[in-house]
């Protein structure tokens, strides 16, 4: 289960409330975590202290979101900016996730995302879906886990804007902001367009994939984004995104694309082929253990990632509102639905 946070305040006092909800999981993580002690071998790294001036200089309010972040946790604020940059230093950290795209084909038809959120099994029962208002930005809805910043998941934003992110494994990291950072300011630009914007001026250590729409908009646009690239495809038929690149001006860069991302893909590929021209329901997609090695909906103990799927978002996005539903433990178990982003 997922529990339900409701935070506002200055950028400090939010970050430290998150720091309070997820101390108790982070610190018994980091006490025993081989992937929190693979990315603290970053510590004191130059790379680390260009990233964090950047972040000091060019996003101060999410500088002071992680100070708050780390009094909250008790843990020392250099160690948890480094592990809000476990991306950028390591293209192996466990994060994975799988977005399905339904775009509006017809006049009356409701754009759809869904979004299976995979990360590392040791938070399974610590995370949650956060509603925040942080003083002088945005107001949004996260699902966030201990001791990261909202915005790097997925979410949906008070002006209509939703958001789903999927891990890259990218093999080039520049000097720029932590991916983390990028995507946790993206959540206070009022719609796509203000995002996609914001995104291009920005400094960029790592990559993501993101998934983004918005109320009032037919229209879905997928986005796949490194140090030196950034790709732009609005969405025009059904599609899935298994974290790795596949956009055209993307695919051939260095990257590691796992087993269960590739099979993911085409996987989730094959399913759309399967429903051609019929009514599509992503969940089909996003709970499919088809493939029993690589299965697109992950609970297995020894994946082969390391990850396992920590809750189900599918998001209808109607010409005024989202409404939306999230999911954990499988189809059956519905944890929260929600309307825009700031009313249970």
Do not use: K
Request: some cysteine; overall charge negative; aromatic content about 6%.
């Amino acid at each position: 289960m997922l529990a339900y946070l409701q935070l506002e305040g200055s950028p400090f006092e939010v970050g430290q409330a998150l720091g309070r909800f997820g101390a108790a999981a982070l610190q018994g993580y980091a006490a025993r975590s081989p992937a929190w002690a693979t990315v603290m071998r970053w510590r004191g790294h130059a790379a680390v202290a260009a990233m964090a001036e950047l972040v000091r200089a060019r996003q101060p309010a999410i500088w002071q979101e992680l100070q708050g972040l780390a009094a909250g946790l008790g843990l020392p604020a250099e160690d948890v900016f480094l592990w809000n940059c476990r991306g950028d230093v390591w293209a192996m950290a466990p994060d994975g996730c799988t977005t399905v795209q339904l775009p509006a084909t017809a006049p009356d038809a409701t754009p759809v995302v869904a979004h299976n959120e995979d990360g590392d099994p040791a938070f399974l029962g610590h995370c949650a879906i956060a509603q925040i208002a942080v003083t002088g930005g945005a107001r949004f809805a996260s699902f966030v886990y201990p001791g990261s910043l909202p915005g790097h998941t997925f979410a949906a934003t008070a002006s209509g804007l939703v958001m789903t992110v999927n891990n890259l494994r990218t093999l080039e990291v520049g000097l720029g902001l932590p991916r983390m950072v990028v995507t946790r300011a993206l959540l206070d630009a009022a719609g796509v367009d203000a995002a996609l914007e914001q995104l291009g001026a920005m400094p960029r250590a790592g990559g993501f994939h993101l998934t983004l729409a918005q109320a009032g908009l037919p229209c879905i646009t997928s986005v796949e984004f490194s140090d030196a690239v950034l790709s732009v495809q609005t969405v025009e038929r059904p599609a899935v995104h298994a974290n790795h690149m596949v956009h055209a001006a993307m695919a051939n860069r260095p990257q590691i694309v796992t087993g269960s991302s590739g099979h993911r893909q085409l996987r989730g590929e094959d399913l759309l082929r399967q429903h051609e021209g019929e009514a599509i329901d992503p969940l089909d997609i996003l709970f499919d253990q088809g493939d029993a090695r690589y299965p697109i909906y992950r609970d297995r103990a020894d994946d082969s990632d390391h990850e396992n799927t920590m809750a189900t978002a599918s998001f209808e996005l109607g010409a005024a509102h989202v409404d939306w539903v999230v999911r954990t433990g499988g189809r059956r178990e519905t944890s929260f639905r929600m309307r825009d982003a700031l009313r249970l």
